[in-house]
């Protein structure tokens, strides 16, 4: 009896190709947009937490200036200097402490030339960062002392320069300044935010500071804890001895900032998971529209199908097997519409993470809520329609034209 209803609403459906198609296409497009949604926005969870992984297990960046929003009151805060960097590496709690004096220059070699981040630092960011070598080696102690011409590269900016060519032993120009290339970082990827990580330059601090910029500022200070370290402890120890470097008397605001690159993995997935949530309930409304075609159309085929609803009931047919009937059109609509909703949604969530360079990251959960809701959908909107053909009269239906 089961199979035999079935079949009819194939039946059904089948003789309106047209009709049932765009019936369809408003649970698909529903369906669809839900786990597309939800999917690039685990994607980007995803990556979040990736690339605040890859700088390693607790790390801390030290900024001069209180953390906080808006424009600034009072004067400037001062500026770090690799004395501070050296103090905090000497801290028990510390593994590595790397000053980073930031500088965007044009780099040039040959006739190549691109606009890349140079970062003035030491051997140890490569550590804190957990960014390996490729070829080449870093810098050494009395390289980074004296201030050496040497640098070494991501790969962006290889590629832009050199190719495929090995750059090693070669020689770049920033802002005039000759500088032998010792080494090649590994691939990095995009960031948290999206910027090109390879797209960078690393040289010794005081070769920046000298021959670039002229000063002996440090722009932020990199810090890697040690493992059996909570970052509690590690921020309340950075803070007492830079509060104390900087002359921050008791009950003074801190001019330095320290952030805890957990607590920005946290934050920018909890904003991410907010947004998907927001765009997952706005696409959900179209799988609520899609029901309410479902049900304009069932309510159609009931007035169309009148005459023939009046035969049924009259040759024996009871009142539920007719609500069965058309409750499984109606069921039968929806839940084809929500698997060739999962298909493109899995599509276009495939797509999307390929442009936007993320982790393709299905949740079966969500899959499997897409589909429960869209075959919802087809019994709530469609018991009405049905409902109303059930209880229509046997001889007022065989009288309708």
């Known amino acids: 009896m089961i199979w035999e209803t079935v079949r009819l609403a194939f039946t059904a459906i089948i003789r309106n190709k047209l009709r049932s198609f765009l019936t369809v296409l408003g649970v698909v497009i529903g369906v669809a947009a839900v786990i597309a949604m939800v999917t690039i926005g685990q994607g980007s969870s995803a990556q979040v937490e990736a690339s605040v992984e890859a700088l390693g297990t607790n790390v801390l960046i030290v900024r001069p200036g209180a953390r906080g929003f808006g424009p600034s009151s009072g004067p400037p805060a001062p500026r770090f200097t690799t004395k501070d960097a050296e103090a905090l590496a000497e801290l028990s709690t510390v593994q590595y402490a790397a000053p980073v004096v930031s500088s965007s220059q044009t780099v040039v070699a040959g006739g190549a030339n691109t606009t890349s981040q140079v970062y003035g630092t030491t051997a140890d960011y490569l550590s804190v960062q957990n960014w390996a070598l490729t070829g080449g080696r870093s810098f050494t102690e009395g390289e980074q002392k ?80 040690r493992r059996e370290v909570t970052a509690a402890r590690g921020i309340a120890q950075v803070s007492e001895v830079l509060r104390e470097r900087r002359r921050i008397g008791l009950g003074q605001t801190d001019n330095f900032s320290v952030t805890d690159m957990k607590e920005i993995s946290s934050m920018l997935s909890g904003v991410s998971s907010v947004l998907t949530s927001l765009l997952s309930a706005v696409a959900a409304v179209s799988l609520l529209v899609g029901g309410i075609g479902i049900m304009n159309i069932m309510l159609v085929s009931v007035t169309e199908r009148t ?89 007022e239906a065989l009288r309708h034209q």
Not at 311 to 320: E, N, Q, Y
């Open 307 to 395: 005459r023939e609803i009046g035969i049924r009931l009259a040759v024996g047919a009871t009142s539920g097997q007719v609500l069965t009937q058309f409750l499984v059109e109606a069921v039968v609509l929806s839940v084809l519409g929500g698997v060739l909703g999962i298909v493109t949604g899995l599509g276009l969530a495939w797509v999307g993470t390929i442009f936007m360079a993320i982790p393709f990251a299905p949740s079966g959960a969500i899959v499997a809520l897409a589909f429960g809701f869209s075959a919802l959908v087809g019994v709530v909107f469609g018991y009405f329609p049905a409902r109303n053909a059930a209880r229509l009269d046997p001889i």
């Open 146 to 225: 004296s201030g050496a011409a040497l640098c070494i590269l991501g790969q962006t900016v290889r590629s832009k320069l050199f190719g495929s060519a090995d750059p090693l032993g070669e020689t770049v120009r920033i802002k005039g300044l000759s500088c032998e290339v010792i080494g090649l970082l590994a691939v990095k990827g995009a960031g948290t935010f999206g910027q090109d990580q390879d797209e960078v330059v690393l040289m010794p601090a005081r070769t920046v500071q000298r021959r670039l910029e002229g000063n002996q500022d440090v722009d932020s200070i990199s810090v890697a804890l």
